[in-house]
């Protein structure tokens, strides 16, 4: 329109506008900006303004919902409450986004390939390069090479090399996404956090018992079924076994008694170090065995879309969401 | 096969001054190297393992000397101790010995706790040592019995006594008749609320032992236990007696935490449950110590634990028996039809299998499978499955592998 010839540049920028209206006309329609907020989709809504557990709001009529939940912490192996925490909904309570579990399991197995594989072209492969046979006359097809992928032993015309085939995701998804699988899991009831230090104790005879000269001749073997039977009466009699679907061990190191005994009886469950976890084994096996020090460290080490990098000078406002506070002990 | 090796000839046969290193004793000495063991056993389970060893030793000792005179159990019995032939004594009497000297010095043989370690191996006799002129020592394993081996050691219960079994807080079975964990429940909430009367806040959190009486059971569920409009408790008993037996004593073990189970039977919990009162089911949970005392409790009784989940949605002692009593979720469809809805099955044109309708089962509905298998079987072939073909035979042969 403003090619058309301007008359004046009032009327030119009235041209431009795209709103039927002036901009001062604009200004008194626009959203008030104290009421915009804008939320994602995976975001438990908010109460406006309220941040907090103890938000002294004015009572309303519409359901609020709540901003940690209850944890348990049990003993280890006794399966003995403790322990009454509250933790955040926004680490243990997050809805369930089957695609970015998904993302997040495709993106660890892309990653995990060892993208090894490796077969020769017909430059590679060795040997020498004489004309196989003479052009014509031998009532034969041509032939050039004895490399020539048509022919046995030749080289391989699209064959594998070896290559990368990770792929990448973005940071908040994947944080995302291992909350959302500790989240599955404390809502189906299949998150059981013990307390720190978890080991497997044996019985104090064992000790004894591997002293004595029949357990000594015997050899290693004795002593492994022995901690296998007892591994397997500590996971069975606590529900945690074989019929119940087996189960993952979680702690923050290396923990010679039961990683060693777990190692023995696979169908049983398996143990790892919090280092060696992916969201895959998150949602593997019957439920989680995992150490309050182990649960705490992922979840911290997986809250990028929580925690802002910018600096918010007022010490008041909450800048990131607290979990682990003792509710009874 | 772990007995092959210990049974081939040793290659440095010359040396001997290892070997009889004690004079050769009588089988008098069978039953003294053995006597105050099995006497001084507690447990009668444990007894029989090492008595009758002296016994059987025998018969074991002549296998491993030669697989050509091999006693028959008839034999056997007849070698008295007394006047048992000298071949037999001796080896007997001297791995006996050893075994004595095993026993006196180190406890060898005897169970560490509620666990039994294997017995010491004990060496055959040389050839030297043997007196018997016709001794002809076996050279293969052919003919000889297999003894021993540990494969299965802790399988057997008195290798492995009930006392050593894991005891966690849990109990081993888990309680779903619906009167039981009424009774569990009301068990708990007397008990927490009995502590708080007291102030005994601490113990709240506590490990309480589990130890009572049925008569005395079943006396703390009938108290008139009631809730007034303004939330107060009654518990209509005296809540300093129950609060004493949430103590532990001192012979009770603390880290036994199931010591005798629960004796109430479902009929008398349902009995039981008819005489209270319905306003105890309006007791408040909403105290979190209280709700804490009242779940973990409750676990320790019946297996029934809460899910962290739920436990904010637990106000009174209703919500938490709807919890409980919530029956878990059918593994199966085929379960969950059965079990929930077998109106569905009674319905005439719906027909329901367990498990998918296959190919045969058309056939066995339609009556010809009777006809199919009999023309099998005059071919030869298998009337299930297929017989020796495996499940990639064609793919073998096509990729030319076969």
Known sequence: MAAKGARGLNEAMKALSLASHTCREATSIRIPSATFIRSMATEVPLPTGATNTNSSSPPSSFWRPAMTVPVTVFNFPSYEPQRLESWSSKHLNLPLRRDILHLAVVYEGDNTRQGTASSKTRYEVSGTHRKVQAQKGLGRARAGTRQSPIRRGGGKSFGPKPRDFGTKITRKVYDLAWRTALSYRYRRGELVVCQDGMELPLPPDFEALLESRGMRESGAEIAARFRAKWVKQVLDTNDWGRKAGRSTFITSSHRDNLFECLDLVPNWGRALDVEDVDVKDLLETGRIVVERDALMHMIESHQSDLVPKVFVPNAALPSRQVSGEILVE | ?402
């Open chain 2, 1 to 402: 096969m772990r007995r092959i090796p210990r049974l081939r000839r040793p290659s440095g046969l010359t040396s001997s001054a290892t070997n009889i290193s004690r004079p050769i004793a009588g089988a008098s000495n069978i039953t003294q190297a053995f006597a105050p063991f099995s006497s001084s056993s507690s447990r009668p389970a444990i007894t029989p393992r090492t008595t009758p060893s002296s016994s059987s030793k025998p018969s074991h000792i002549s296998r491993f000397y030669s697989s050509q005179q091999n006693p028959t159990p008839a034999q056997e019995q007849t070698h008295e101790p007394g006047t048992a032939l000298q071949t037999d004594v001796q080896p007997t009497a001297r791995i006996v010995d050893e075994f004595g000297e095993d026993l006196d010095l180190e406890g060898e043989g005897l169970p560490v706790g509620p666990f039994m370690a294997p017995r010491p191996r004990a060496e055959a006799a040389r050839r030297e040592e043997v007196a018997d002129p016709d001794y002809e020592p076996a050279t293969t394993a052919a003919g000889l019995k297999k003894v021993g081996g540990v494969a299965d050691w802790w399988q057997q219960p008195d290798n492995w006594a009930p006392e050593g079994d894991f005891v966690s807080f849990r109990p081993r079975e888990k309680v779903v008749a619906s009167s039981l964990i009424d009774a569990a429940v009301r068990r708990a909430v007397i008990e927490t609320f009995a502590l708080r009367q007291i102030g005994r806040e601490d113990d709240l959190v506590g490990v309480w032992p589990t130890t009572v009486s049925n008569a005395d059971l079943q006396h703390l569920l009938a108290w008139d236990v009631k809730c007034a409009e303004d939330g107060a408790v009654t518990l209509g008993g005296d809540a300093t007696t129950v609060a004493d037996g949430l103590t532990w004593k001192d012979d009770q073990d603390s880290g036994d935490y199931a010591a005798v189970p629960e004796a109430l039977t479902a009929d008398e919990a349902a009995a039981l449950r008819e005489t209270w009162d319905q306003s105890w089911k309006a007791i408040s949970l909403s105290d979190p110590r209280i709700r804490f005392a009242v779940t973990k409790r409750v676990f320790q009784l019946t297996g029934q634990l809460v899910p962290d989940h739920q436990l904010s949605s637990i106000t009174t002692v209703k919500t938490l028996l709807h919890v409980l009593k919530k029956p878990p979720k059918p593994v199966t469809f085929t379960e969950e039809v059965q079990k929930r809805h077998p109106e569905l099955l009674e319905l005439p044109n719906v027909t329901f299998t367990p498990r998918r309708v296959t190919r045969g089962d058309k056939e066995i509905a339609l009556g010809r499978f009777q006809l199919m298998q009999d023309e099998l079987k005059k071919r030869g072939l298998p009337a299930h499955g297929h017989g020796w073909a495996s499940k990639g035979g064609d793919l073998t042969r096509m990729s030319g592998k076969m």
